[in-house]
Nanobody
Framework: QLQLVESGGGLVQPGGSLRLSCATS????????IGWFRQAPGKERERVSC????????YYADSVKGRFTISRDNAKNTVHLQMNSLKPEDAAVYYC??????????????????WGQGTQVTVSS
């Protein structure tokens, strides 16, 4: 059974950092790309970053470039999202999701097959 479990969310002050983790089971990261999405109240779910399986290529939304870094540990079947210089507008529920192989050209939620339950990120002073 394929599963994704997010962790690492919480409350942080503006300018602070959080590291989200997506622990996967039931499949190998050698063949699955992982995307990080977020959804704030009243807004659509948007992709913020992803990492492809075969070549490790990455994507970042313009809103997070230079502040967020995605990485993967294939041995632990885990993908991380390091979030620095957090802003109030980064507050949302963050989800990780999986799709086969590549993700750079796949930004729509329906293009991902498996999802985690989400982790809340709150940025507030």
């Amino acid at each position: 059974q394929l599963q994704l479990v997010e962790s690492g969310g919480g409350l942080v002050q503006p300018g602070g950092s959080l590291r989200l983790s997506c622990a996967t089971s039931g499949f190998t990261l050698d063949y699955q790309a992982i995307g990080w999405f977020r959804q704030a109240p009243g807004k659509e779910r948007e992709r913020v970053s992803c990492i492809s399986s075969s070549d490790g290529s990455t994507y970042y939304a313009d809103s997070v470039k230079g502040r967020f870094t995605i990485s993967r540990d294939n041995a632990k079947n885990t993908v991380h999202l390091q979030m620095n210089s957090l802003k109030p507008e980064d507050a949302a529920v963050y989800y990780c999701a999986a799709r086969p192989h590549y993700c750079s050209g796949y930004g729509r939620p329906y293009e991902y097959d498996y999802w985690g339950q989400g982790t809340q990120v709150t940025v507030s002073s």
